[in-house]
């Protein structure tokens, strides 16, 4: 879940000319304050006294009955289906009721494992106030992102335009589904920082009613735009010599995950001046790197650094020197950080979502099938490849919690463990105090040995004096201190945490989301079926629970035709099947195969790949790849293909693969063919960004297998007027630098509880410029809006994209202590607005001219000025932070927007 807001005035984006005049006007009525075009954000600020609803309307505040997800499987949706909020499911019903009341439409997306979802749920729909608001002015869907991704997909596509998204996802809608107000978490009321659901519900109604037109006007632009990203074609963007498939991309990718790798806490990405950025294992990036060594051992060739050119952007400015080191190494390391860290359910097994911080400490606490389906996969092909029976025992900890909690009587697996535990993101489920580990071992040897092994020693790591377990030394040292042979170490360990497993057990567990899904059963059946074949012991229990699972899928899931149902629960298949079902459906049934020898199960892979080539494959024979549904529905913008791994391996790499191995079994060259025609179709964005497609760069290292000629071509000749001498950059080292100035004046009068300024100096590299906090200047015939009113500049494909005006605001610890009453920037530099040199930017000629627009924008240093309010008289704190959204430039290329966060940790009062 991500909660942002704008707390500044003067951050707002400015817009001229009649017709963006008249957007900026539309848009102050919705929220109280100018702001961006289209704030798709929970922003802040004093609402206007709210009239209460009439609940003596009868729609307004209907009994339970009247909700229409009683009849729904998602455990999710049932979850609100005695709220008194009117919810329908997604579909025709709720649309048609919407356009013949003539009501807006207001679409909360979620999932049962999301805890800011029962956030919200509690604080906002259990509310008859805040729900008699709902049912007399909208039309209410609730919609269970996992059932439906392509819907999910969609509206966090409009979300993530403007700099934000997460869940649970608020998107208001025409009555035709096109969005045109949104944010995530609101609370009930206005918050310092936040604005109230109550004041949003009140706001957007009334410009429903007043300014109609313009609301249509702009939910059309946004809908067009959010159509046009979803199915851009990366061919446009394309100048200079065209790629061609070969090893130098995987090379690419290679270095620039050198780039992005934690030398000191393993993973990938992270922000030195942000270490509170969430940070997820990526198994997708785990698996690159062990097959890409795997590659290398077998084939050893030297890796090759490709000059840098347009059909390679690299992730960010110039870095610290590029540093290679072994894939193996990295994702070692990596394993190692993520096995001892907070990551892990050192207790009860398995894995959970991410960590909050880039130390691996404390975690989303949410469990998922498709997280430890990776996850034990990644470590039982690191078994395969080093024969460190560690990583063989990491896997069979996920298998035996899978087994235990994941596992359904049928054979399949639910789909998620909740977040929640008592309305609190973790709980007391998850979470150990000192005297509770020790009354519940009763012995005091053991005791001091799990205190000392899991971190309990140190100052507690969350609040209220508890511990997220962890292993913040190697098991080595602490066996060495504790005077005991490591095996005799390790037995002692297991005998405690059977018994504080046993003792967990009896406090409230968290809820299960028992939809089993075709896609993620299809990725555990692959984790099992690959330790089957590796692990000698165990060998036969994991094939079994594999092929129990892949006959329950075959029977459960599919339908006429071979065509997949998308959920199963409790007796019901619901929904089609997505691509991802398919192609990871496929896959774990090849694998299987691979390890059981059992030829119904590559008949059963075969006929999946046939039915997903047949739905999804593009219609157009001179393309490739595949669609992420299988048909469009009416209500949304495009039918896309979706090639980017996120928290699931993408579809099409994946299909890519299942294509390769049947081209293999078969002896089938056309199979090579149809692996080939993916990645041409997505090859321009390969070339321009290698390092965020690590499934796809596998999937290439094995199509180099079948077809070593492809890799006899080289990637991409030096770019005459953009080199980069052969060196590669990654995304740790930002373009804008920030720090605090003049606290210690400020912070003593801000725990007296009076007002306070500071100073945050911004200091921007040479060559680069960013957006002012008044980016468009208000001067006649300068500037230039699209047909509804937004201001627009081109991004790194020539297309039109909504700018990010320099914002400061607090993070949301400090939003807990201060109100942000004012930031005055300062005047920035006036420059000509440029076309980006693509060749998209030159050949889109019905775009506006953009010649005749000026910008403002901050070089090298800008000075800004906060100033705090404390919320409570005398207020004690130990930190302050602010994060600071901006768009920056470099040589006419703009960035996409991007967050930069600012914080100091204070002397104790």
Known sequence: MTTRGIAERRSRLRISDGTATESRTLWRGIMGISVSAIAFCATPGSSPAVQPPDVSDPIAAPSPSHNHLAGETSAHLRRHADTPVDWWPWGDEAFARARAEDKPVFLSSGYLACHWCHVMERECFRDPAIAARLNRDFVCIKLDREERPDVDQTYLTALRTFGTGGWPMSIFLTPEGKPFYGGTYFPPEDRPGLTGFSTVLDRVARAWREDRDRIERVAGELDAMVGRILVRRAASSVLGPPPVLSSDLTDACYLILCGEFDPEYGGFGFDRTNPRRPKFPEPSRLLFLLERHAALKERPRPVKTPARSLLMLD????????????????????????ARGGLRDHVGGGYHRYCVSRFWIVPHFEKTLYDNAQLARVFVRAFELTGDPRWRDEAEAIFDFVAREMTLPEGGFLSALDAESRDEDGGEYYLWTRPQVEQALANPEESRIVLQVYGMLRDPNFEGGRYVLLEPRERSEHARALGLELPELTRRLDAARRRLHQVRDQRPAPRKDDKAIAGWNGLMIAALAEAGRVCDHNRDRYLKAAQRAAEFAWTQFRREQDRLARTWRQGVAKGEGFAEDYAFLAEGLLRLYRADGDPRWLERARRLTERMRHDFGDPDPNRGGLFFASRRDARLPARFKDPLDSVLPSANAVAARVLIELGRLDDDPQRYDQAEAILREFLPDLARRPGVWPMMMVALEELLQV??????????????????????????????????????????????????????????????????????????????????????????????????????ELDPDAAQHFELVDVRFPPGRLKPLETPRTEAAASNADRPASLGRTIEVYEARVEVIARLRPHAQRSNFARLGFRIRYQACEDRVWSAPAELSVEKDLEPR
Do not use: C
């Not at 992730?315 to 993520?338: E, N, Q, S, Y």
């Not at 070593?708 to 980069?724: G, T």
């Not at 001498?725 to 009068?749: C, H, I, M, Y």
């Not at 306070?756 to 300068?782: C, D, M, Q, Y």
């Open 315 to 338: 992730p960010g400015p110039a870095a610290a020197p590029l540093i290679r080191r072994a894939p193996l190494d990295m994702a070692l390391f990596t394993l190692d950080r993520i």
């Open 707 to 808: 077809r070593p000629e492809l890799s006899k071509a080289h990637f991409s000749a030096p770019s005459v007027d953009n080199p980069l001498d052969g060196k590669l950059t990654s995304r740790n080292t930002l373009p804008v630098q920030a720090r605090l100035e003049a606290l210690e004046e400020a912070v003593q009068f801000l725990r007296r509880g009076r007002e306070a300024e500071v100073k945050l100096i911004l200091t921007i590299r040479p060559g680069w410029s960013v957006l002012s906090a008044n980016p468009f200047p208000l001067t006649p015939r300068r500037n230039v809006a699209s047909a509804s009113g937004l201001v627009t500049l081109p991004n790194r494909e020539g297309e039109d994209a909504i700018p990010q005006p320099l914002a400061i």
